[in-house]
């Protein structure tokens, strides 16, 4: 049967155990194998970007997962994990609940992220319905999710949302955000002008500087031509300001409009596309390379 663990934020340890009652650690533990199957089955495993959002019947992955936390080790030596003391004060430092198994040299973590509104607090009267009546809760209580929001077998973590996975891990360095110095290093790109980098800074909220990295981290810009770029960005409408620097060639000056710096980033980590059959042009937040045979 399933030990119950919570991982917890601020708190010295960072895991703790809840000690259950025979009957419910063996309804939990059924109830949690169901939630296994359902996040498991018939999902197309994709690796894990930053930049693809996956559909019902799919799983992003990350292959080589640093357990910082110890969350596997937990599940393999459960007798080493003190008892969680049953308080508003530490249940309100949960982050996640985890159950897992140790099998065929695969240790599995079934895990489901967890915030303050899970928990039924001793403030109030709180009741709770039961064979036909409402009986009051005396003690400090918790629930459980329908579902589970990651799975780590060994290394490999599987999720299927990236912000209820980040509650639990710390997901940047799979998933980064540029830094000012990245902003800075950004606005240097050979062929392109800042006209004040501390205002590009100052309007550079978490979508921004994701997109920096990614579009820094394809290389695009040093790719690309700007009779390209130009001959791409009229076809969706997507307004390109070059201007000949000193030596006359074009450099492209980045707006200082919030929208209209997202659109042009939008535009560079090529969220725009054109459809194969009506030549409709579509926006979009999720994109997977095709492999072609």
């Not at 403030?123 to 064979?131: E, N, P, Q, T, V």
């Not at 950004?186 to 978490?206: E, Y």
């Not at 030596?247 to 409009?257: D, K, Q």
């Amino acid at each position: 049967m399933f030990t119950l663990f919570a991982l917890l934020k601020d708190h010295d340890p960072r895991i703790m155990k809840f000690a259950l009652d025979q009957n419910v650690q063996q309804e939990l533990t059924d109830y949690l194998n169901l939630q296994e199957i359902e996040f498991r089955r018939g999902k197309t495993e994709i690796e894990f970007d930053g930049r693809y959002k996956p559909d019902a019947d799919e799983l992003l992955f990350i292959s080589q997962f640093d357990d910082v936390y110890g969350v596997r080790r937990a599940v393999q030596n459960p007798t080493g994990i003190p008892i969680i003391n049953p308080t508003p004060e530490v249940f309100g430092k949960i982050i996640a609940l985890f159950v897992g198994r140790a099998r065929a040299g695969v240790t599995s973590v079934l895990l489901q992220n967890f915030d303050k509104r899970k928990v039924m607090s001793t403030d109030g009267f709180s009741l709770f319905h039961s064979r036909n009546v409402f009986k009051k809760i005396d003690g400090i209580g918790l629930t459980v999710d329908w579902k589970l929001s990651a799975i780590l077998d060994n290394q490999k973590l599987s999720f299927l949302s990236f912000h209820n996975t980040r509650q639990i891990f710390d997901l940047t360095v799979h998933y980064r955000e540029a830094t000012n110095e990245d902003i800075h290093n950004f606005s240097k790109i050979p062929g392109v002008h800042v006209a004040d980098i501390n205002q590009l800074i100052s309007l550079s909220d978490g979508w921004i500087r994701r997109k920096f990295a990614m579009v820094q981290q394809s290389g695009v810009l040093e790719k690309v031509t700007s009779a390209q770029m130009a001959v791409a960005a009229r076809e969706f409408r997507i307004p390109l300001n070059y201007q000949a620097n000193g030596a006359g060639e074009p450099v492209l000056h980045l707006p200082l409009n919030k929208k209209e710096l997202k659109d042009l980033l939008r535009f560079l980590d090529e969220d725009f596309y054109k459809s194969s059959l009506l030549n409709t042009h579509y926006v979009t937040n999720s994109k997977r390379e095709i492999n072609r045979i």
